[in-house]
């Protein structure tokens, strides 16, 4: 028996342009692409405002949890990616822990030099299961 497989874009240029789906439900699980700060027409938002950007980034993936029926309950990991790792920490780890509440994923935290577009601060990817209790 295989598994069923569907996928997710917003149909933003740089999907074609680097060849990715913003997420992969393959079986019960749905495996989400780095989130960044954009609008409904993939315009950046927040320059220059890490917590803007955070809130944006944190809006996007519920976007692509919503699409698939998923609530944030049902992350069990993300990844985060954020220029100037020391100097945005506690503001990432404020933000995260809002976000998910009493919940607790499992979470990778990295600092890097830069992310994909000039002004991005943060990048979070999450790998989530549609069986467990939303």
């Known amino acids: 028996m295989s598994a069923t497989v569907k996928s997710f874009n917003y149909g ?53 949890l ?5 609530s944030r309950r049902q992350v069990v990991e993300t990844t985060v990616l954020v220029v100037g790792l020391r100097e945005h920490f506690n503001a990432a780890a404020a933000a995260h822990a809002r976000y998910f509440g009493d919940h607790r994923p499992t979470s990778t935290a990295s600092g890097v030099v830069e992310l994909a577009l000039p002004a991005q601060l943060v990048e979070i990817g999450a790998v989530a299961r549609l069986d467990l209790p939303s």
């Not at 960044?36 to 519920?62: C, P």
């Not at 919503?66 to 998923?70: I, K, L, P, T």
């Open 66 to 70: 919503a699409h698939f029926g998923a």
């Open 12 to 64: 933003v240029p740089w999907e074609g342009q680097f060849g990715f789906s913003q997420a992969m439900q393959v079986g019960d699980t749905i495996y989400i692409s780095g989130q960044l700060a954009h609008d409904a027409e993939g315009n950046f938002v927040g320059e220059g405002d890490f917590d803007a950007q955070m809130k944006a980034t944190f809006e996007n993936l519920d976007k692509v």
